[in-house]
């Protein structure tokens, strides 16, 4: 998905450059309005696990419970909506775990890191 300015734009699977998963992204991706990811000069990425169908756009309140740290900092939230209740990375089924730790380190190494290191980030790229 892309943001231009004046809409996004869903590219759809990308398996020329991530063949896992067919390139279908595992999650619902978006990002988080208002923060900047300083190194990237780009909105700082969210990955949502949920039960439900999320569309290219929505706005949704979210719950933040970890943090992948990627060695090339492209860093992503991992939160949830109200669907589920994973209180922490390690809850999320272990399938489902590790499809998007296949996913997202497919090029770069990845660190799981907890809420509080999330919440840490995110305070370093608010817009302010």
Same mark, same amino acid.
């Given at each position: 998905?892309?943001? *231009?300015?004046?809409? @996004? =734009? ?11 998963? *067919?390139? +279908?992204?595992? +999650?619902?991706y ?6 900047t ?10 990955? +949502? @696990?949920?039960?439900?169908? &999320?569309k ?17 900092? *492209? &860093?992503?939230?991992?939160?949830? *909506?109200?669907s ?6 390690? =809850?999320?089924?272990?399938? =489902? ?5 296949? %996913? @997202?380190? %497919?090029? &770069? ?8 290191k ?5 305070? =370093?790229?608010?817009?302010?």
């Open positions: 998905m892309r943001y *231009d300015g004046t809409g @996004f =734009e869903d590219f759809g699977p990308i398996k020329e450059k991530i063949p896992i998963n *067919d390139g +279908v992204m595992p +999650v619902a978006g990002y988080i309005e208002g923060a990811n300083k190194l990237e000069k780009d909105n700082v990425d969210v990955i +949502v @696990f949920s039960n439900k169908e &999320h290219t756009g929505d706005k949704i309140e979210v719950e933040i419970i970890g943090l992948l740290s990627r060695e090339d900092e *492209d &860093h992503k939230i991992v939160a949830i *909506d109200d589920v209740s994973y209180k922490d990375f390690s =809850e999320i089924p272990e399938q =489902e775990r590790n499809l998007v730790l296949a %996913y @997202f380190s %497919y090029t &770069h190494q990845i660190k799981v890191e907890d809420a509080d999330a919440e840490e980030y995110l305070t =370093e790229c608010l817009d302010i």
